[in-house]
Structure formats: C-alpha cells, structure tokens
Antibody, heavy 126, light 110 residues
Framework: QVTLKESGPVLVKPTETLTLTCTVS??????????VSWIRQPPGKALEWLAH???????SYSTSLKSRLTISKDTSKSQVVLTMTNMDPVDTATYYC??????????????????WGQGTLVTVSS | QTVVTQEPSFSVSPGGTVTLTCGLS?????????PSWYQQTPGQAPRTLIY???TRSSGVPDRFSGSILGNKAALTITGAQADDESDYYC??????????FGGGTKLTVL
C-alpha cells in the first residue's frame, strides 16, 4: 500500500522559511518512473502545483514560485523536503504531497498524481 | 501566463449525465497536454480519477470518463450519484515538467 505523510510546522511567522517533509512508504524514491510532488490549497481556494522531484534528481518548479522553492530528497529515509522562503500570510494553505508518476516516450512525457497524502495546514501569522 | 479554465460550478440531477470541461485562456487543449482529473470532497485529500486524457485510475468506476471535446479536455460523469457531489480539478502539462491546475468546478447533485 502506497502512503505519503506530510509533516512540518503548523504556524510560521511572516518572512520565515517553511520546511515541510513528505515521508513515503510502499514505493521507492529510486524508482525512475515515480517521484513526489508538492501541491497546496489555500482555504476555500483551488489546488496549486508547487514542485516535483524524481529519482534522477530531476526537479521542476512552479513558474510563479520558483525563486522561493527548493525541493530535495533523501532516498535512504524515503523523504522529500520542500522549503519555501519568505513566507507571507497569503501562503497560508493546506500543503499536500503526492506521488507523481511519469511515462515517457521518445518525444514526450506525461505525469499524474496518485495517491495523495492527507495534507498539513500551515498558517502564516505573526 | 496561460490560465487553465474550468466552470466554477455545475449541477446535475441524480442519475443524470454531466460533462465538465478544462480549457486554456489562450489556445486549445489537445492530448499533448495530457489532462488529468481529480475529485475532492470537503476536508479530504484529492482522489485521482483520470490521467493522460482518458485513462481511469485504479478503482475508479467507468461512470467517469475523460476525453477531448472541441478545444477542451472533458470529464463526463454518467449516472450521477449523491456522493459525486465534490470539487473537480483538471491539471494540464505545459511542458518542461510544468503542471498547472484549473480553478476547479464545484459539482452539485440535486
């Protein structure tokens, strides 16, 4: 059974750096076809993809947040870490990690998220 | 920046059929965007329904189907049930590893 679990602070202050950890089980972060994505959802609003990382350390970031995000992994611990700098109250959201699967042909790849973690609510407030 | 568009809300009668769409603020959605669809009920994590336009995720009933209709991706639900009442999100692949969510559609079954 594949599971993902997010952990990190419940409350951060404006300008601080957020560090979230996703611990996975049921699959390996060394699997070339699978990686981990971070997605967030402000209260009452839509989902927003943030970043993902694959076994070969290939990383992608949201265009609008790229300057503030860093994603990394520790395969031996089955963990993926997301840091987001300069937190602001508008970054208050539930942060989800999800397994991202990738299938590539000679010309392109496609991706999907499955399954998802339960999410962790992060509030940004002084 | 290209925005992924979805109907903000939709309603369907129990037993009815509804088609939700996923478009682009500029341009047409094709299979090359590899659309995927996710269902989210309040307070819960999303559940994967469809990926690569029309491939159902494991365990998803065949009442849910994906396609390209005209210039948009589409999610069709047939035989709507009360527990289909949820928010539905599409995701499009923009290339270079970039994925973008739509704004979501709130589906009411009544």
């Amino acid at each position: 059974q594949v599971t993902l679990k997010e952990s990190g602070p419940v409350l951060v202050k404006p300008t601080e750096t957020l560090t979230l950890t996703c611990t996975v089980s049921g699959f390996s972060l060394s699997n070339a076809r699978m990686g981990v994505s971070w997605i967030r959802q402000p209260p009452g609003k839509a989902l927003e993809w943030l970043a993902h990382i694959f076994s070969n350390d290939e990383k992608s970031y949201s265009t609008s947040l790229k300057s503030r995000l860093t994603i990394s992994k520790d395969t031996s611990k089955s963990q993926v870490v997301l840091t987001m700098t300069n937190m602001d109250p508008v970054d208050t959201a539930t942060y989800y990690c999800a397994r991202i699967e990738r299938v590539c042909s000679s010309t392109s790849c496609y991706y999907w998220f499955d399954p998802w973690g339960q999410g962790t609510l992060v509030t940004v407030s002084s | 920046q290209t925005v992924v568009t979805q109907e903000p809300s939709f309603s369907v009668s129990p037993g009815g059929t509804v088609t939700l769409t996923c478009g682009l603020s500029s341009g047409s959605v094709s299979t090359s965007y590899y659309p995927s669809w996710y269902q989210q009920t309040p307070g819960q994590a999303p559940r994967t329904l469809i990926y690569s336009t029309n491939t159902r995720s494991s365990g998803v009933p065949d009442r849910f189907s994906g396609s390209i209709l005209g210039n948009k991706a589409a999610l069709t639900i047939t035989g709507a049930q009360a527990d289909d009442e949820s928010d539905y999100y599409c995701v499009l692949y923009m290339g270079s590893g970039i994925l973008v969510f739509g704004g979501g559609t709130k589906l009411t079954v009544l």
